[in-house]
């Protein structure tokens, strides 16, 4: 089975976790050391029921550490779009 994650999400610059963290995409947000989509990503390939996962939203570079099944996808506008 493949897996999709959508990761576009972005802040504007007027918002509170924006000014106070200064990450643009919402799925870098560091959660507990780490960025929140690596969490996912974790737990995707931890299930032992994921081939290949495609990233929406996100840039490889933006990832530090393994791809491995990792395909990444150019965000497309808003949710449905993607």
Avoid: C
């Amino acid at each position: 089975m493949d897996a999709i994650v959508t990761a576009g999400g972005t802040f504007s610059s007027d918002d509170p976790l924006y000014q106070r963290l200064g990450i643009r995409k919402k799925a870098l947000i560091p959660l507990a050391g780490r960025p929140m989509v690596s969490w996912v990503l974790a737990a995707l390939r931890g299930s032992g029921l994921i081939d290949q996962i495609a990233v929406v939203g996100l840039e490889p570079a933006e990832l530090n550490g393994k791809r491995g099944n990792l395909h990444f996808v150019a965000a497309a506008g808003g949710l449905v779009a993607n």
